[in-house]
């Protein structure tokens, strides 16, 4: 989603379209979640590192992401 074009979105009234852009944008930040968690595992981060930094428990994030 272009910024003119997420600008366009948030200013609307429809509500089937603010839904749909935090659907979005949950999802976009899933994503970017999943990739810093892999970054830090790689650069040797504990669990606990990465949960405090997620603000979430050792065992909420090693559950999710945990191999």
Do not use: F
């Not at 994503?31 to 040797?44: D, H, K, S, Y």
């Amino acid at each position: 989603m272009e910024r003119g074009e997420l600008a366009r979105t948030l200013a609307s009234h429809d509500p089937a379209v603010g839904l749909r852009a935090v659907g979005a944008l949950h999802r976009l930040a899933e994503q970017v979640e999943a990739a810093a968690v892999t970054r830090a595992r790689q650069q040797g981060w504990s669990w606990e590192q990465i949960g405090d930094a997620l603000g979430v428990s050792r065992q909420s994030v090693h559950s999710k992401y945990g191999r």
